[in-house]
């Protein structure tokens, strides 16, 4: 078991997130342009990096979305941020 550290809630089981994408993945835009191939490879087809990485993942027990930095080998996890924008 492993614990993964909401920004919201603090540290919590694992079993309570849940994988949402790789951070910086841009999503084709204009979806009456986007042809089928190219909607199949942004659902379909991720990096899938080896070593440091950064995704966006879900806490379902508080509903937020964060981003998680962590390592794929070793399971480290180095941070978790916000992804909510500072107040204006």
């Known amino acids: 078991m492993q614990l993964f550290s909401c920004p919201f809630c603090g540290e919590r089981d694992e079993t309570e997130f849940a994988f949402c994408a790789e951070a910086g993945k841009t999503r084709p835009e204009r979806a009456a342009e986007v042809s089928a191939d190219a909607w199949a ?5 991720d990096q899938n990096p080896k070593g440091a ?29 916000s992804l909510r924008r500072p107040e204006a």
């Open 41 to 45: 490879r942004y659902l379909h087809f």
């Open 53 to 81: 990485t950064r995704e966006v993942w879900l806490h379902a027990t508080c509903g937020e979305f964060f981003l998680m930095e962590r390592d794929t080998v070793s399971h480290a996890v180095s941070g978790s941020h």
